[in-house]
């Protein structure tokens, strides 16, 4: 495989996710022996506190927004995580101007590309994970931009599946920037067997969405929403290989790289013609 590899995490709708898979879809990989390399978009700074904790711009002299600003490489903004092999570029409250501050950039779509090229250490890692704020904005333009694939986290009831389609139409409009970037796959989360609506909607987005939708689903899981409270990663809070979201994770990781070494291999045949 080509590396790194670069995944951006989306959906505009907040709470299904998306923060949560980075962080533990990550870790499963690294746990794997993947070098991995997660990156916080989002100035919520959820990513940030479920891995490292509270993070401030006075814990910095230099930050992810003043790197996007002045269009610079993140070298120095990656720190190490306390799972061997997933690092992280933590996100500050003031990356909330960002968005603002993009607009009148030249290029304005393209920067945060511009500052990966810039990034000697983009080249240690088999992959990039980037985790999204849940908007349709400029930050998440960028991130489109500066990736190989996108994946979309959608929870398993009725209003999140409708909100596909918004998304799926806006992803559409950025192909025109980016035509090389494809999608990985929806991943249903929230997950509950005994919920008549889970059931329905898993039925219609396999029927509508055919292979883009992964096998493995997150299921509801109570410790999941205790872990990044102190700063552990699914499989250290379960620690137990039979954990329910030990068990989810590990099967999404060994999907996610058998996805992708499929779209590959079809990537390197369309380019040797
Ligand atoms: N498997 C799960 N079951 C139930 N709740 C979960 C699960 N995983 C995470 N959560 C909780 O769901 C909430 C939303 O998750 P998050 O990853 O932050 O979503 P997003 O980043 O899309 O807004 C968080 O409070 C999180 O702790
Ligand atoms: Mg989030």
Known sequence: MRSPIIISVV??????????????LGAALARAGKRV?????????NLT??????YTSENAQFTLYDALIDELGLDNLILPTSTAGLDIIPVTEEFAGADLSLVSAVGREGILKSCFRKTKALADYDFILLDNPPSISLVVMNS???????????????????????????????????????SLGVILTMF?????????????????????IFDAKIRV?????????????????????KGRG???????????????????????MAANG
């Not at 959906?11 to 533990?24: D, I, Y």
């Not at 390399?37 to 700074?45: S, T």
């Open 221 to 241: 899981n109570t410790k999941a929403k205790s872990a990044p409270s102190v700063q552990k990663t699914i499989f250290d809070y379960e620690n137990s290989s």
């Open 144 to 182: 489109l931009v500066a990736s190989d694939y996108f994946i979309v986290p959608c929870s398993a009831e009725y209003l999140p599946m409708v909100g596909l389609t918004l998304l799926a139409n806006s992803v559409e409009q950025m192909r025109k920037l980016v035509p090389n970037l494809q």
């Open 49 to 54: 506190a479920s891995l490292i904790g509270p």
């Open 37 to 45: 390399l997660v990156i916080d978009l989002d100035a919520q700074q």
């Open 11 to 24: 959906n505009h709708k907040g709470g299904c996710l998306k923060t949560t898979v980075t962080a533990n």
């Open 246 to 268: 030990t068990e989810d994770f590990t099967e999404l990781a060994a999907e996610f790289v058998e996805r992708l070494e499929e779209r590959e291999n079809q990537f390197l």
């Open 192 to 212: 509950s067997r005994n919920e008549r609506i889970c059931r329905q909607v898993e039925n219609t987005l396999r029927r509508e969405l055919a292979g883009n």
